[in-house]
């Protein structure tokens, strides 16, 4: 009896849009490869989707998701339409609605990647990210629009509940990594959310055997990060700092357009969501050069989080040869395109030649 996956497919905006199409073909690959059928069911929900009907999603959009197996994002946003409208209208709903609280998002030196630096073959490092609450929040406003006193407030969230589980899993995650967890706070200059979110972290790692937890300053850490990359092996983070750490260290290893994002529920209650990092790219999107690594190695994280684990280690494997082989996109230095990329990823997964 074969395993059949259900899919949905996001494809957004600009090379959101590229890298989805290049997903989808890989996996359709894999499937054939290794007995699983996937079937994939795309969305046409981005920046034109609102522009013809006001919403980025239909209004039941999240009930068409909820009995997938998981969801597929390329990215969403466009100069035409404001970015804070293409997020809460799409992405943020999805996280919060299906409570994907982490946001896991690794990254390591890929062979045949230079990095922004030499010494970076031990680069190893995961960010947990708090994915639903923190300072993402909708409340505040703007105030006295047009005056000379106008002023705008953003208020923050920050929940013991949610603090204690995305700990929690980091702590897990930091256990299988050489023990120690990096957590990331601003308790000097933020004196009510990040005094709770250290209290919270400590309360819940406190008692884990093997696991040291290192607190450290936002600003310190990022400076850190660029100068000892290799020193930081496991981070968990607010929603916002998290989103900034992992671009930050996606660049320290070569490029945002490696970067992969996986938004989980771990317990499964609601399917779980993949994403490259990077974004709609509008600078270089229709040029056929856009970076598929970051949307493939998120499609890994996909297919292991099905239970396809075999598929997810030859999917890695292939676009790590490739690269190792000296086939990169622009964006790392190369002279690839999308589609002659994939065409040697492709080639590895399936044996056919390139
Ligand atoms: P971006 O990640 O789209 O681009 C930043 C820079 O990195 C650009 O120079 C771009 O060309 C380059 N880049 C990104 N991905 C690449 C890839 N795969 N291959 C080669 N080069 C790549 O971030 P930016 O410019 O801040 O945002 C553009 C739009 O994307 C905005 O509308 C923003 O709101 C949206 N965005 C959406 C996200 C999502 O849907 N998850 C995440 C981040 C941004
Ligand atoms: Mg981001």
């Known amino acids: 009896m074969s395993r059949t996956y259900v899919i949905d497919t996001i494809p957004g905006d600009g090379i959101g849009v590229e890298v989805t199409d290049v997903v989808t073909r890989c ?23 609102y522009l013809r009907t006001g919403r980025m999603m239909p209004a039941d959009g999240i009930d068409q998701l909820r009995d997938g197996d998981a969801v597929f994002l390329g990215a969403v946003g466009t100069p035409e339409v404001p970015d804070d409208v293409t997020l809460w209208g799409l992405l943020i709903p999805i996280r919060r ?11 390591r030196l890929l062979p045949g990647v230079a990095g922004s630096q030499p010494g970076l073959e031990d680069l190893d490092v995961v960010v947990v990210r708090e994915n639903v609450e923190g300072e993402y ?11 000379d ?22 702590a897990a995650q930091a256990l299988g990594r050489g023990g120690t967890l990096v957590s990331a706070t601003k308790s000097n200059g933020i004196v009510h959310t990040m005094p709770f979110w250290d209290e919270v972290v400590a309360d819940v790692t406190r008692d884990v055997p093997g696991l040291q ?6 600003d310190a850490l990022a400076a850190r990060l660029v100068v000892r990359p290799t020193s930081v092996r496991t981070i968990v983070a607010s929603n916002l ?17 490696i970067a992969p994002s996986a938004n989980l529920n771990p317990e499964r209650r609601f399917p779980s969501m993949f994403e490259p990092v990077h974004g709609s790219a509008p600078d270089i999107a229709g040029q056929g050069i856009a970076n598929p690594v970051g949307a493939l190695w998120a499609a890994a994280m996909m297919l292991d ?26 964006d790392l230095g190369g002279t690839a395109s999308t589609e002659e990329f994939t065409a040697a990823v492709r080639a590895r997964t399936t044996g056919a030649d390139s």
Request: aromatic letters at 10%; zero cysteines; glycine letters at 10%.
């Open 137 to 147: 929040s909708q409340i505040g406003g703007r105030f006295g629009t047009g005056t």
């Open 149 to 170: 006193a106008e002023f705008a407030v953003q208020e923050a969230v920050f929940t013991r509940a949610g603090i204690s589980r995305v700990a929690r899993y980091a």
């Open 97 to 107: 609605e299906f409570d994907q609280y982490v946001n896991l998002r690794p990254m």
């Open 305 to 330: 989080h099905l239970g396809e684990q075999a598929a997810a280690k030859a999917l890695t494997q292939a676009f790590e040869s490739t690269l190792a082989a000296g086939t990169a996109t622009p």
């Open 213 to 218: 937890v290192e607190k450290v300053l936002i």
């Open 27 to 49: 996996v359709d690959d894999l499937a054939a490869a290794h007995g699983f059928t996937v079937r994939w069911r795309p969305r046409d929900w981005n920046s034109a989707h």
């Open 241 to 257: 700092f998290g989103d900034i750490l992992s671009d930050l260290v996606a660049g320290i290893a070569g490029s945002i357009g």
